[in-house]
């Protein structure tokens, strides 16, 4: 993996300084890593690292109905193998029902575009859930807001850095 010429334009893409800020206020050391292609894909972001799928924290934005008919965004941390139990999840976290958000949900609520989103550093805050699968790892990889780029990080600190809710999701 190297860094091309329009490496450095992507690290200053709004988004990204975003993460690297959030980040930095955290304490996190973490080095944002931009890929050579855009990998939109837990697949095509394991395949440019050389890693398993398994290691990667795909971001996948939901639309959470309660009960009381209003909707809010829900965010589940999956391991990149994992196809999220929707039933599962939202019996977790006494929702009526979850479903995958489009792509204009997912940018007005999190302030990144899909393929980009990243764990933290919404534009709102979101409520998190992230999968146990990922604590098999020491290092996992997270988007960390543009399709480009990704961050190391690992189960624990992913927990603390979102308050996210640990579960079983596929």
């Not at 959030?22 to 990998?39: C, E, F, K, P, Y």
């Not at 209003?70 to 990149?80: H, I, K």
């Not at 792509?103 to 990243?118: N, S």
């Not at 992230?130 to 600190?157: M, N, Q």
């Amino acid at each position: 993996m190297h860094m091309t010429a329009a490496s450095g334009n992507v690290l200053h893409d709004p988004c990204v300084r975003r993460v690297a800020a959030a980040l930095a206020s955290s304490g996190v050391r973490a080095q944002i890593t931009v890929l050579d292609d855009v990998a939109r894909t837990a697949r095509q972001a394991a395949d440019a690292l050389g890693i398993e799928i398994d290691q990667i924290a795909n971001s996948l934005v939901f639309r959470a109905h309660r009960d009381d008919d209003t909707v809010r965004p829900l965010l589940v941390l999956a391991s990149g193998a994992h196809r999220v139990d929707t039933l599962r999840v939202a019996d977790l976290l006494g929702l009526r029902t979850i479903s995958l958000a489009g792509a204009d949900f997912v940018l007005e609520q999190t302030g990144f575009a899909i393929g980009g989103v990243a764990p933290i550093a919404a534009s709102h805050p979101i409520e998190t859930v992230v999968d146990v699968c990922l604590s098999r790892y020491g290092k996992v990889w997270a988007a960390a807001g543009h399709p480009r780029t990704i961050f190391p990080t690992s189960y624990d600190e992913l927990l603390r850095l979102t308050s996210g809710h640990p579960a079983e999701v596929a």
